[in-house]
């Protein structure tokens, strides 16, 4: 059985850093598309960035790009969301999603198995 588990979600200023990981297991893990999500309060869920497990492919939201970055380590079959210049506009809470196939894509749609969620809370 597919199990997700992100970590690292806090509270910091505005300009900080976070960085959130997310532990996968029960499944073939480079045969997927990792994504990490979030979800503020009144607000629909929306994608921030994803990453293909079986390569090097990278896709990132625009209001994210050039501070976020998603990483994967194999061997601990982890993905990590380096989040850097953190505005109060990211806060919410954050979950990681897989989907068994090669696309890329920031919708909802597709990803079969989710997290719990970790929050993220950025003050001005």
């Known amino acids: 059985q597919v199990q997700l588990v992100e970590s690292g979600g806090g509270s910091v200023q505005a300009g900080g850093s976070l960085r959130l990981s997310c532990v996968a297991s029960?499944?073939?893990?480079?045969?997927?598309?990792m994504g990490w999500f979030r979800q503020a309060p009144g607000k629909e869920r929306e994608g921030v960035a994803s990453?293909?497990?079986?390569?090097?492919?990278?896709y990132y939201a625009d209001s994210v790009k050039a501070r976020f970055t998603i990483s994967q380590d194999n061997r601990k079959k982890t993905v990590h969301l380096q989040m850097d210049s953190l505005k109060p506009e990211d806060t919410g809470m954050y979950y990681c999603?897989?989907?068994?196939?090669?696309?890329?894509?920031?919708?909802?749609?597709?990803?079969?198995?989710w997290g719990q969620g970790t929050q993220v809370t950025v003050s001005s």
């Open positions: 029960g499944y073939t893990y480079s045969s997927y598309v």
């Open positions: 990453i293909y497990l079986g390569g090097v492919g990278t």
């Open positions: 999603a897989a989907r068994r196939d090669y696309i890329l894509t920031l919708k909802t749609e597709g990803f079969n198995y």
